[in-house]
């Protein structure tokens, strides 16, 4: 369960492809960050998503040189990549899980059995494909021939496009590349809409519209193909759960919109951004809680039972904004801002694509708290704001807050240097990107065991004042 923001490099503040996601399942899913180096491969050789204990029995041909490419994997299987580049710069970002509708489904099953997975995309992609164009049209053949798995919607992004993705049925899928002039919001539902096989700004399954057509989802006497409505869940689930997330971060990116969350289905799919969207609005939406408003379930005390699902949920596993920057050097031009855990209560890491290792706190952790894991100190620390979310929370976002303002500004000035310095000793250049991601890294995650602690301090305070149990003659 996820919620995917992409937007074109016309409608970010400075040229850049932004893609924003956040993953919820399961607060005890510890996440990993990896980094695949490159491997050449015999003739013959699977890729087997049972190998890993993953979902289904999903196997595909590995590539005789497959590139290295980094993905943020949970730690049971490492698979479910989430998000990562390759050393050709293409990234992906997936999946955002989505629903078919029922009818439809009855017609044209997922392939439970042997489909592909949000676990297997970034595995089987990135070590192969070189363009975002290339990778849908890989996973679109792949959906076509052996089915996908689940509902699924993936977003991609080069040095000169990014697509999006989404799934129909079990072999049917549409994809679009985002307009430069605008972005696109999707919360657990199908949200691509028109579709033209005549527009190069498509691609899909070959019989997308036929079989729509022949089924009786689509009847061209009543307009233009329109792939949410022919394929995709539209009913009561969506008006709590999935609307009014793609409302909200509407409002937030275009504050004069009016319109009301009941008629969601006809939200606009793509829009133009009252204001140039930056890597803060992207954390900005990454976080959002419907904060400080009726539909607020952490500000005025915790409300699991308040029926709008926001993006922010402490079962967000991580969530991340993927930067890509064609003018500049694709090793720092590129990056992955990474938070562990529930993103309100997280920091948002810059992971550029340049880094060549992690500590290896950041490849460790499992379903039970540690003290070693990057995972488990976030989640630990964020698990101790939300049992005082009014008192403990503001303390929590205000230091991380900071943080990333003061990152934000050493990264400017490193990049800067960077890009010099590579003119003139690519060697040096390269040890300067290590030094100073690594850098970064190590300092936030000293900020949180410092923040824990202060959590702690406070908390014990708290409950010593109210279990005092004073001596009425104050002898102790």
Known sequence: MCTTVIVGEKASSDGSFLLARSADSSALKAQHFKIHPAKDYPSGAMYRTKDFNGATNFTYPQPAHAMRYTTVPNWYTQLHGAV?????????????????????????PYNTESGITEDDILDVLLPRCKTAKEAVELLGKIIETQGAGEGFGVGF?????????????????????????????????????????????????????????????????????????????????????????????????????????????????????????????????MRDHFNETEHDPYTFGLNGKEPWRPVSVFRTYEAHVLQVRPFMPP??????????????????????????????????????????????????????????YPTLAPIVKKAFAERETKVGEEQAEFEKKYIELAKTDKEAANKFLQTFNLGVLADTEKLVDQLTNELFTKLTAKIEKENFFANRKALD
């Open 84 to 108: 990562g580049f390759n050393e050709v710069g293409l990234g992906i970002t997936g999946t955002e899980s989505i629903y078919a509708r029922d009818d439809a489904l009855a017609l044209d």
């Open 331 to 388: 090793a720092v031009g590129n990056v992955i801002y990474l938070a562990f855990g529930m993103a309100d209560l997280s920091c948002f890491m810059p992971f550029y694509m340049g880094l060549e290792s992690v500590p290896p706190q950041y490849t460790e952790g499992t379903d039970k708290a540690d003290d070693v894991s990057v995972y488990w100190k976030f989640r630990k620390l964020q698990t101790l704001a939300m049992t005082d």
């Open 157 to 285: 992004a080069d040095a000169k496009e990014v697509w999006y993705l989404e799934t129909g049925t079990g072999h049917q899928w549409m994809a679009q590349r985002t307009p430069s002039e605008v972005y696109f919001a999707s919360g657990n539902q199908g949200r691509l809409r028109f579709f033209s096989p005549d527009d190069k700004q498509n691609l899909s399954s070959p019989n997308l519209v036929e079989w729509a057509e022949k089924n009786g989802f689509y009847d061209p006497k009543k307009g233009k193909f329109d792939f949410a409505d022919a394929y995709t869940r539209h009913d009561a689930r969506d008006y709590d759960y999935n609307i009014p997330r793609v409302w909200q971060i509407q409002k937030m990116l275009n504050p004069k919109l009016d319109q009301k969350v009941e008629d969601g289905r006809n939200f606009d799919v793509y829009l133009k951004p009252e204001n140039p969207i930056g890597i803060q609005e992207l954390k900005d939406v």
